[in-house]
């Protein structure tokens, strides 16, 4: 696997790269991961240490996203001619910047196919980074560059339906297959909220909603911000805690002391994965989501796996995820709206966790396991001539 993002560095495509990987190797096949190099004050720099299979290649920051890291061409290149083909079966990239470029010259060279899973419409997310540059030329060039990436790799996969929409209308060529990114679920299998509650100085009777990702403009968290303050007109002690870090942090710290929601909206940062991310789910008697950009929406299924309903926008890759009922409710797009339907449920534990309850049996049938599969299934179809034998790596990178 190739990709220009991956642990330390948290967010959704992380997140899918690593469940991957683990489900291919409980179905007994090899993979190795060239992803960046990440400096050791990057929080969270301890899960580098624990990955196996994983080439690092040195880079620079990125400006104005200085979590990221752009990986020195020269690196990859050698790092990727380091590996032996006769080794791989195929080539999976992830990213559609160098990590594109660099993996697909490496699988020609060696007569390797090569898939693409396309994680994120960068169309929505480009004019937020270059703010300078008019959107509209940002967006068009974004359509035309995923269009020539993903027409140059043997098959492409969306992880929703909306996402292999968007590509079509781009005039992408190739076959694209919806493959969700699955979950593990061992991992959402317990969480202690009372504790993480009582680390963060909240009382066990307040009224919490919850929302867990990368904190960037595209995420729409101004929207939450608006709906809190919305909410607190029935509910005053209501607390929204916000668990990640990202580019559009201070913005949002600005907006909170200009709209007086010290009260009741709390940055917790990035959280160890293993207890602490699950007991933030678990202390909230509600998942908030408003992110209109999403493929896919994981985070979404990992409150649900947790037993935490969830009150979102359908909107783009989420609209796969959030049924009606199924461990969520569909809001409006407009504060008044979404507070609407997010009052009942904060003000009603009961009810709230009744949803909750219908989430974590529905969040079931998204294991990483049957989403494996739908993969396996497919790279099988890029080598028509064999089955592919599990003593070689099916995955290069």
Same mark, same amino acid.
């Given at each position: 696997? *190739?990709?220009? *993002?991956? %642990? ?33 004050? !990057?929080?969270?720099?301890?899960? @580098? ?19 990221? /890291? ?8 050698? +790092? ?28 020609? /060279? ?53 996402? @292999? ?19 593990? !679920?061992?991992? %959402? ?18 009224? =919490? ?38 580019? +559009?942090?201070?913005? #949002?710290? /600005? +907006?909170?002391?200009?709209?007086? #929601? ?10 160890? /994965? ?15 989501? +408003?992110? @209109?950009?999403?493929?896919?929406? #994981? ?35 407009? =504060?008044?709206?979404?507070?609407? *339907? ?56």
């Amino acid at each position: 696997m *190739v990709t220009d *993002v991956y %642990f330390p560095r948290v967010n959704g495509v992380s997140t899918s790269i690593q469940t991957l990987r683990q489900a291919l190797a409980e179905a007994g096949h090899e993979s190795v991961l060239v992803a960046p190099d990440y400096p050791a004050t !990057l929080p969270q720099a301890e899960i @580098k240490a624990a990955e196996a299979d994983i080439v690092r290649v040195p880079g620079w920051p990125i400006p104005r996203d200085p979590e990221d /890291r752009l990986m020195h061409p020269r690196a990859l290149a050698a +790092a990727l001619d380091e590996l032996d083909p006769a080794d791989f079966d195929l080539v999976h990239i992830h990213t559609p910047f160098l990590a594109h470029r660099a993996g697909v010259r490496w699988a020609r /060279r060696h007569g390797l196919p090569c898939v693409e899973t396309y994680h994120t419409l960068f169309e929505e997310y480009f004019h937020h980074y270059l703010p300078f540059l008019p959107k509209a030329w940002l967006a068009a060039a974004a359509r035309m560059i995923s269009r020539k990436e993903c027409d140059g790799v043997t098959a492409v996969i969306a992880p929703s339906s909306a996402m @292999k929409q968007a590509l079509l209308t781009y005039g992408v060529s190739r076959p694209i297959h919806i493959i969700p990114t699955g979950l593990n !679920l061992a991992d %959402f299998a317990n969480c202690d909220g009372p504790a993480f509650r009582a680390r963060h100085g909240i009382a066990p009777e307040r009224p =919490v909603m919850a929302y867990v990702g990368r904190v960037a403009f595209e995420k729409n968290l101004d929207f939450l911000l608006r709906v809190t303050d919305q909410v607190r007109r029935e509910l005053p002690d209501v607390l929204l805690v916000i668990a990640g870090e990202g580019p +559009a942090r201070t913005s #949002l710290e /600005r +907006a909170v002391a200009k709209r007086q #929601l010290a009260h009741n909206v709390r940055f917790v940062g990035y959280l160890e /994965r293993k207890t602490e991310l699950p007991a933030c789910y678990c202390a909230a008697d509600v998942f908030v989501f +408003a992110s @209109k950009t999403e493929t896919q929406g #994981l985070v979404l299924l990992e409150a649900m796996a947790l037993g935490v309903p969830v009150v979102g926008l359908a909107e783009m890759g989420t609209k796969d995820v959030l049924q009606e009922g199924a461990g969520c409710r569909i809001a409006p797009d407009d =504060v008044a709206g979404f507070a609407e *339907v997010l009052i009942p449920l904060l003000a009603n534990r009961a009810a709230a966790q009744a949803l909750g309850a219908a989430g974590k049996t529905y969040a079931a049938g998204w294991s990483e396991s049957r989403m494996c599969d739908a993969v396996l299934a497919l790279y099988h179809t890029l080598h028509p001539a064999y089955e592919m034998d599990t003593a070689r790596g099916i995955i290069a990178g």
